[in-house]
């Protein structure tokens, strides 16, 4: 009976965690949302500043200016230039907007600056109140 209650608390514990990884297939997953990805000449001045400042290392960030809800991710300094970030979903799931973005890197074959890059990412969705769960 005690090792039922540890795998059983176990489970709970694991399933409380997982938070929005990966469920396309999940009966739990609620609408999608719409957003757009904002071009870096349209990023406001102040979430621009931060993302400069932050940059160099892996973030995730919100930021609201009353209308919208702006949305962002940064994977951190490359080595080189070629990566791109691709999002997967943004949809409800409970009481949670879920983000799922993927760094893809360059080819082989592709041709790329050797120059350091700092791949990030900010996508413009209607305001929430709802929780954002990010998830690479």
Same mark, same amino acid.
């Given at each position: 009976? @005690?090792?039922?209650?540890?795998l059983?608390?176990?489970?709970?514990?694991?399933?409380?965690?997982?938070?929005?990884?990966?469920?396309?297939?999940?009966?739990?997953?609620?609408?999608?949302?719409?957003?757009?990805?904002? *071009?870096?000449?349209?990023? *406001?001045e102040?979430?621009?500043?931060?993302?400069?400042?932050?940059?160099?290392?892996?973030?995730?960030?919100?930021?609201?200016?009353?209308?919208?809800?702006?949305?962002?991710?940064?994977?951190?300094?490359?080595?080189?230039?070629?990566?791109?970030?691709?999002?997967?979903?943004?949809?409800?799931?409970?009481?949670?907007?879920?983000?799922?973005?993927?760094?893809?890197?360059?080819?082989?074959?592709?041709?790329?600056?050797?120059?350091?890059?700092?791949p990030?990412?900010?996508?413009?969705?209607? @305001?929430?109140?709802?929780?954002?769960?990010?998830?690479?």
């Open positions: 009976m @005690k090792k039922l209650r540890i059983m608390l176990g489970l709970l514990m694991l399933s409380m965690f997982s938070g929005c990884q990966s469920v396309q297939n999940d009966s739990q997953r609620g609408k999608d949302w719409d957003y757009t990805v904002v *071009p870096s000449a349209d990023i *406001p102040d979430l621009a500043g931060e993302i400069e400042q932050k940059k160099i290392n892996s973030f995730q960030m919100t930021y609201e200016d009353g209308i919208w809800m702006y949305i962002a991710i940064g994977y951190g300094e490359q080595e080189s230039g070629g990566y791109s970030i691709q999002v997967q979903g943004l949809y409800e799931k409970g009481e949670d907007l879920c983000v799922e973005t993927t760094l893809t890197g360059p080819a082989e074959d592709d041709v790329h600056s050797d120059k350091t890059s700092y990030y990412l900010v996508i413009k969705t209607e @305001k929430t109140d709802k929780n954002v769960v990010f998830s690479q």
